[in-house]
Nanobody, 128 residues
Framework: QLQLVESGGGLVQAGGSLRLSCAASGRPFKNYPMGWFRQAPGKEREFVAG????????HYAESVKGRFTIVRDNVESTLYLQMNSLKPEDTGIYHCAAASAWSIWSQINWSPAAFQFRGQGTQVTVSA
């Protein structure tokens, strides 16, 4: 199975930026559409952003459109999430996860229930 390790979280003031990383190993990373998800204290996990296995399609939650950018480096087997103009409501634990290999983009279900989350995640805290 694909092993994923998230990093890059931290404490930042509102309006600041962070870049999260998700290092993959164990399987050919380039075959998997990938997503970022987050869970705020006391709330359910939610979808943040997704990217196709070739990186040619992206999809964002409305709450982060225009502020976050998901990219991937299939040579380095790493997924990134560039987060700009951060808001306190962006606070949470961020996880990366993989959809099924070679999934057809239009058929991917980005609901968190459709993914398995095995890593520790990385904590993002945005202060007002």
């Amino acid at each position: 199975q694909l092993q994923l390790v998230e990093s890059g979280g931290g404490l930042v003031q509102a309006g600041g930026s962070l870049r999260l990383s998700c290092a993959a190993s164990g399987r050919p990373f380039k075959n998997y559409p990938m997503g970022w998800f987050r869970q705020a204290p006391g709330k359910e996990r939610e979808f943040v952003a997704g990217i196709s296995w070739r990186g040619d399609f992206t999809h964002y939650a409305e709450s982060v459109k225009g502020r976050f950018t998901i990219v991937r480096d299939n040579v380095e087997s790493t997924l990134y999430l560039q987060m700009n103009s951060l808001k306190p409501e962006d606070t949470g634990i961020y996880h990366c996860a993989a959809a099924s290999a070679w999934s057809i983009w239009s058929q991917i279900n980005w609901s968190p229930a459709a993914f398995q989350f095995r890593g520790q995640g990385t904590q993002v805290t945005v202060s007002a």
